[in-house]
């Protein structure tokens, strides 16, 4: 099956740092997502990004899917940031099944 | 408009028992996926429902189970509970003509096996 490895796996930052995590993925894919998963385990959809770049406030994301890989920036950190990032992607249409990267664990300090 | 919801928030059940958790999707769609999330490790695919139908399954054993009914909700049944089931059980919803397949997650069911 497809691998998707993230890094850094963890990351502390100063509040109003910038970041910029890494997601490899070893196949192509047709959909790939970043999500956020606060410290209560709710995941929140950040991105719907297979390509290109997308920018939503503080938050900016770029996929080149060519070379199998995805960035997603958070600029000026603030501590409601912390927590886990993950990426998800999936293979060819009627194969729906996010898989998951390992994911990166961010702690912003005040 | 509703998001996905979960119940119970949390279940404590003991070795050999059985759980049932429910997931209800945001209307309109019709896919509903089930990952596992043991504690500080990553998502693991589970089930994905759509129009009624188990359309893929992850690589977990035959007592893990589901359904999805004609409202499109989804129940997931655990038989003969082991320690190891214990984890955040996280459903998600899409509506799979979109083009888009975005998923939506709900706030996840905690497991506790004794």
């Known amino acids: 099956g497809i691998q998707v490895e993230q890094s850094p796996p963890d990351l502390i930052l100063q509040e109003g740092a910038n970041s910029t995590l890494r997601c490899n993925f070893s196949?192509?894919?047709?959909?790939l997502q970043w999500f956020h998963q606060n410290p209560w385990g709710q995941l929140i959809n950040l991105f719907y990004?297979?390509?290109g770049t997308k920018q939503n406030g503080r938050l900016s994301a770029t996929t080149v899917a060519t070379e199998r890989y995805s960035l997603l920036y958070i600029s000026s950190s603030q501590t409601t940031d912390s927590g886990v990032y993950f990426c998800a992607v999936s293979l060819n249409f009627g194969n729906e099944k996010l898989t998951f990267g390992t994911g990166t664990r961010l702690t912003i300090i005040p | 408009e509703a998001g996905v919801t979960q119940s119970p928030t949390h279940l404590i059940k003991t070795r050999g028992q059985q759980a049932t958790l429910r997931c209800s999707p945001i209307?309109?769609?019709?896919?509903v996926y089930w990952y596992q999330q043991a504690l500080g490790l990553g998502l693991q695919f589970l089930l994905w429902y759509d129009e009624g139908e188990e359309r893929n399954r992850g690589n977990f054993p035959p007592r893990f189970s589901g359904r999805q009914f004609p409202n499109y909700s989804s129940e997931l049944n655990v038989n003969a509970l082991e320690l190891e089931d214990s984890a955040l059980y996280l459903c998600?919803?899409?509506?799979?003509?979109?083009?888009?397949?975005?998923?939506?997650f709900g706030a996840g069911s905690r497991l506790t096996v004794l």
């Open positions: 998600a919803s899409s509506q799979q003509w979109s083009g888009a397949n975005v998923l939506t």
């Open positions: 196949d192509s894919v047709n959909n």
């Open positions: 990004i297979p390509s």
């Open positions: 209307s309109g769609h019709t896919s």
